[in-house]
């Protein structure tokens, strides 16, 4: 596959990291190490790429967990957060259901807290969201990803969490601008989307929300599972992006068909 094809795209942690990057840089320019270019993103591709892709294409034996104590240790973590993300979602669910969807903020700064709660529901959660991951990201690495080995690269963390990270809260809470991060947008709309769902809470939901972010960069994103469908749909009417999501018919006779079928003509 790898000698036949190329992603044309880049890793969506990449186009993430890149937004906050960018938008940190556009309000707090003290705490930025080094800029990126062109040749930057090379690099960090180069590096991913030699780091996974080239190792199994050498030696294809090497992505055998069974044999490889360091990829044991990076499937434990993630496996780990999976777990951990599908027990948060459900407390989450129950605050909403229990106080209606009419959730507070709180924060030690009262400036803080009063700015959040002034602020609509969804623009809160995206907020609070987004300060509470790449706080964890950037001070809690659990497995390799851009946001957690790139961005301290860019960015100077002592500066960015001095003054007890006042100043990086500021930040998320009154400069951030969710528009200028349309991916990291959408993904925190799947995270609401998703605690307003039905079914219950699974741990394919972290991975769902990765997927879904690829109607940031694609035209379409094809699904069989009606759980995904449904929560691109909700989160594109909170951010809205120009993928299109198109639900298969899993019990179809042909997959060409069916994409065939349901894919927008172009």
Same mark, same amino acid.
């Given at each position: 596959?790898?000698?036949?094809?190329?992603?044309?795209?880049?890793?969506?942690?990449?186009? /993430?990291?890149?937004?906050?990057?960018?938008?940190?840089? $556009?309000?707090?320019?003290?705490?930025?190490?080094? =800029?990126?270019?062109?040749?930057?993103?090379?690099?960090?591709?180069?590096?991913?790429? +030699?780091?996974?892709? /080239?190792?199994?294409?050498?030696?294809?034996?090497? /992505?055998?967990?069974?044999?490889?104590?360091?990829?044991?240790?990076?499937?434990? %973590?993630?496996?780990?957060?999976?777990?951990?993300?599908?027990?948060?979602?459900?407390?989450?669910?129950?605050?909403? $259901?229990?106080?209606?969807?009419?959730?507070? %903020?709180?924060?030690? &700064?009262?400036?803080?807290?009063? /700015?959040?709660?002034? #602020?609509?529901?969804?623009?809160? =959660?995206?907020?609070?969201?987004? =300060?509470?991951?790449?706080? #964890?990201?950037?001070? +809690?690495?659990? !497995?390799?990803?851009?946001?957690?080995?790139? #961005?301290?690269?860019?960015?100077?963390? +002592?500066?960015?969490?001095?003054?007890?990270?006042?100043?990086?809260?500021?930040?998320?809470?009154?400069?951030? &601008?969710?528009?200028?991060?349309?991916?990291?947008?959408?993904?925190?709309?799947?995270? =609401?989307?998703?605690?307003?769902?039905? *079914?219950?809470?699974?741990?394919? !939901? !972290?991975?769902?929300?990765?997927?879904?972010?690829?109607?940031?960069?694609? &035209?379409?994103?094809?699904?069989? +599972?009606?759980? #995904?469908?449904?929560?691109?749909?909700?989160?594109?009417?909170?951010?809205?992006? *120009?993928?299109?999501?198109?639900?298969?018919?899993?019990?179809?006779? !042909?997959?060409?068909?069916?994409?065939?079928?349901?894919?927008?003509?172009?």
């Amino acid at each position: 596959m790898l000698r036949l094809a190329a992603w044309a795209k880049p890793p969506m942690d990449l186009v /993430a990291a890149i937004e906050v990057f960018n938008e940190a840089a $556009r309000h707090q320019p003290s705490w930025v190490r080094q =800029y990126m270019g062109q040749q930057d993103r090379k690099r960090y591709l180069r590096f991913r790429f +030699d780091n996974t892709w /080239a190792v199994v294409e050498k030696d294809p034996t090497a /992505a055998a967990i069974e044999s490889s104590p360091a990829l044991q240790g990076q499937l434990s %973590a993630i496996d780990e957060v999976l777990t951990q993300n599908k027990g948060l979602q459900k407390e989450r669910r129950e605050i909403r $259901r229990v106080t209606g969807n009419k959730v507070r %903020a709180n924060a030690t &700064d009262p400036v803080l807290e009063q /700015a959040l709660n002034a #602020l609509p529901p969804q623009e809160l =959660y995206w907020r609070v969201q987004m =300060y509470q991951d790449y706080t #964890l990201l950037l001070l +809690d690495r659990k !497995s390799p990803s851009a946001e957690s080995d790139w #961005l301290p690269v860019l960015l100077d963390l +002592d500066r960015v969490f001095a003054n007890d990270g006042r100043d990086w809260q500021r930040f998320w809470v009154l400069q951030a &601008d969710p528009t200028r991060m349309p991916a990291n947008y959408l993904y925190v709309a799947g995270l =609401y989307c998703q605690e307003e769902e039905p *079914k219950p809470a699974d741990r394919g !939901s !972290s991975v769902d929300r990765i997927h879904l972010c690829y109607l940031h960069q694609c &035209d379409a994103v094809v699904t069989t +599972d009606g759980g #995904l469908f449904m929560t691109m749909v909700c989160a594109l009417k909170i951010a809205p992006s *120009k993928g299109v999501p198109i639900l298969l018919n899993r019990s179809a006779t !042909s997959a060409l068909a069916e994409l065939q079928r349901c894919m927008p003509a172009v």
